[in-house]
């Protein structure tokens, strides 16, 4: 168990983005903590939840009777409490990268590559789903790839040399995206994408947080 953080729990659910950047966190930095599921897409159990977080989203960090929400704001709690292994990198470039890769995700990478193209494609018929046109969000979709792509270009993580918060943030957004088969034919164009990609799949604390969809085709 981590020095200095005890007690721990995390709320949320085993198909989120979110909940899954915190939980790849906790794990990189070996935080035992407790996980409690809720379906946030319940409207009783969202109304159970709004105390914890106003806007009824996860996840929700628990710790020393403290309430934390916001994934970002949840890895900076835990860097402030366990700071090694960083998350975030100390070099003020290396940590601009980061941290834009971070806001890329929030404002533009989820909600286009996620609920825009991913969920319309999970949510049709295995019949209707070739029929799906992406035209729409085809130029958002590609600058947020190409801007993950040219921030990848000679580095090993999004951070530099060492795994970190950026990566956490991305990694489960393009493992979506990627479920999809016109997803999966523009990263084939992204050269360094593709090969962070890879990298990051293999690493325990992203096995260790796989989503169900990511289960279910393992087996």
């Not at 035992?32 to 897409?41: G, K, L, S």
């Not at 090969?195 to 990051?200: A, H, K, M, P, S």
């Amino acid at each position: 168990m981590a020095a200095g953080l005890s007690d721990v729990a995390l709320i949320g659910a085993d198909y989120s983005v979110y909940t899954r950047i915190v939980r790849i966190g906790l794990s990189e930095k070996q935080v035992a903590y407790t996980f409690r599921e809720i379906d946030i897409f319940d409207e009783a159990e969202k109304r159970d939840h709004r105390p914890l977080h106003p806007f009824g989203k996860i996840p929700a960090l628990i710790h020393g009777g403290r309430t934390v929400i916001e994934s970002a704001a949840i890895l900076r709690y835990l860097e402030s409490h366990c700071p090694q292994p960083s998350l975030f990198p100390g070099a003020p470039a290396d940590l601009a990268i980061a941290e834009q890769a971070i806001e890329v995700v929030n404002s533009y990478a989820y909600p286009v590559l996620v609920w825009q193209v991913y969920v319309p494609w999970s949510r049709a018929s295995q019949e209707e789903r070739p029929a799906i046109d992406f035209k729409a969000v085809a130029d958002e979709t590609r600058a947020c790839l190409d801007f993950f792509d040219k921030g990848l270009a000679g580095r090993t993580y999004f951070a530099g040399d060492r795994f970190g918060a950026g990566d956490a943030f991305v990694y489960p957004v393009v493992c979506y995206f990627r479920q999809v088969p016109w997803g999966e034919q523009l990263l084939a164009s992204c050269d360094a994408l593709q090969t962070w990609f890879g990298r990051v799949a293999d690493r325990p604390s992203v096995l260790a947080t796989r989503f169900p969809i990511e289960r279910a085709s393992a087996e």
